[in-house]
Every structure is written in structure tokens, then in C-alpha cells.
């Protein structure tokens, strides 16, 4: 079985300071991993995923991720954060080679960015 | 760009009423998904479909159903509506070209239902 986990629910940082949004997950094989970030009132969108190649994947409004396989992690990070960077974000996993099985989702982390 | 569109973003009904909870995508994927999410929760997986008039559970199928008659269409229908169905509904589409499990799942802006 799929399975990811969000520990934080809450993540506050300084405007300016790096930021860290963590996600560990449990799959039997490889994964295929996935940031969304959801806005207020808004649906899910695509930040950034890992398929192969390069652990460090960079995605969209600077954000970037690091897959870890021995650690099972995928943890979103940021240099510098922005208060437009508040919102709640979502890991999610789906196993390689597992055709078109949906994404299974952490249950989401709220950034909170302080000015 | 991919367009995932749901037609009503905010709708009130009564317990009791038959709902229903339009999705179109328009980059002809093959893949669609019906998502509830709810504070604390996460996203729950409802049905979700790989072709026209295919279907499959997901997670929390209890008093839903979907109907897929076109491939870019896929409707949520709440039999018989009920409080605890009040929440935020998300339809997904991805399409099933290439490295199938590695493709993207689109999202569009959700609908909020009320039930009272």
C-alpha cells in the first residue's frame, strides 16, 4: 500500500528565511512524488514532481525538492520565502509502473510566511 | 494550458435534493477524478474513471455516483444529499500517454456544496 506523510500541519517562517515543507512516504517499489500547493479558495496546482534522474527537482516560483530514497523523503524547500508563498501544500505519491492509479496525498501542511 | 472546469464554484442545496457536479477537461486525457477534501482530512479519493463509461471506487464512494458519457466530461451526483456531504469538491484529469504513473493529475478550482 501507498502512504504519505505530512508530520507538520502548520509551518510558520520569517519573510526572507528559507522555508521547509516535509513529506516522507511508504510504497512497495519506486515512486513517482508530487508537490501541489492549493491557494485560499482555489483548486490544487502543480508545483513540481520527481520521475528520475537528478534528486533535486526545481519547480515553479522557486521552489525545489529533494528525493531521498534512503530516507524516503521528498522535502520541499525554498531559499527565501515570500508572504504570496502562504498556502497549503500537498505531497503525494503514485508507485512506478503502476499504470493509472490516482496520486494517494499526505493530508496537506499549512505555510504561513510572516512578514 | 490544461483546462479543468467546474462549473458551479459555490452551490447551497437541501438534504434530501439530487445534486449533481459538472467537470470538463480540454486536453482530451483519459483519466478523470472526483476528490473531496475536507479540513483535517486531506484529499479523499471519491470514483474516478480511465475511459467513457468506465468507473472505479475510490476511498469514500458512499453515497455518490459518477457518470461518464463523454471522455472529457465527468459528473459527481449526490443521490440524496446530506449534511455530512457538506465540503469541497475537486475534480482531476491526467492522461494516460507516455509514462502513465508518472503523468500529472490537473485540478480544477473546486466546488464548495452546501447541504442545509
Known amino acids: 500500500a501507498q502512504s504519505v506523510a505530512q508530520p507538520e500541519d502548520q509551518v510558520n517562517v520569517a519573510e526572507g528565511n528559507p522555508l521547509t515543507v516535509k513529506c516522507t512516504y511508504s510504497v512497495s517499489g519506486n515512486p513517482y512524488l508530487f508537490w501541489y500547493v492549493q491557494y485560499p479558495n482555489r483548486g490544487l496546482q502543480f508545483l513540481l514532481k520527481?520521475?528520475?534522474?537528478?534528486?533535486l527537482v526545481k519547480g515553479s516560483y522557486g521552489f525545489e525538492a529533494e528525493f531521498n530514497k534512503s530516507q524516503t523523503s521528498f522535502h520541499l524547500k525554498k531559499p527565501s520565502a515570500l508572504v504570496s508563498d502562504s498556502a497549503l501544500y500537498f505531497c503525494?505519491?503514485?508507485?512506478?509502473?503502476?499504470?493509472?492509479?490516482?496520486?494517494?496525498f499526505g493530508k496537506g501542511t499549512r505555510l504561513s510566511v510572516i512578514a | 494550458d490544461v483546462k479543468v472546469t467546474q462549473s458551479s464554484r459555490y452551490l447551497v442545496k437541501r438534504t434530501g435534493e439530487k445534486v449533481f457536479l459538472e467537470c470538463v477537461q480540454d486536453m482530451d486525457h483519459e483519466n478523470m477524478f472526483w476528490y473531496r477534501q475536507d479540513p483535517g482530512l486531506g484529499l479523499r479519493l471519491i470514483y474516478f474513471s480511465y475511459d467513457v463509461k468506465m468507473k472505479e471506487k475510490g476511498d469514500i464512494p458512499e453515497g455518490y455516483s459518477v457518470s461518464r458519457e463523454k471522455k472529457e466530461r465527468f459528473s459527481l451526483i449526490l443521490e440524496s444529499a446530506s449534511t455530512n456531504q457538506t465540503s469541497m469538491y475537486l475534480c482531476?484529469?491526467?492522461?494516460?500517454?507516455?509514462?502513465?504513473?508518472?503523468?500529472?493529475?490537473?485540478f480544477g478550482e473546486g466546488s464548495w456544496l452546501t447541504v442545509v
Open positions: 482531476a484529469s491526467s492522461s494516460q500517454t507516455g509514462t502513465a504513473s508518472g503523468n500529472t493529475i490537473y
Open positions: 503525494a505519491v503514485r508507485v512506478v509502473n503502476s499504470g493509472n492509479t490516482p496520486l494517494v
Open positions: 520527481y520521475i528520475t534522474g537528478d534528486n
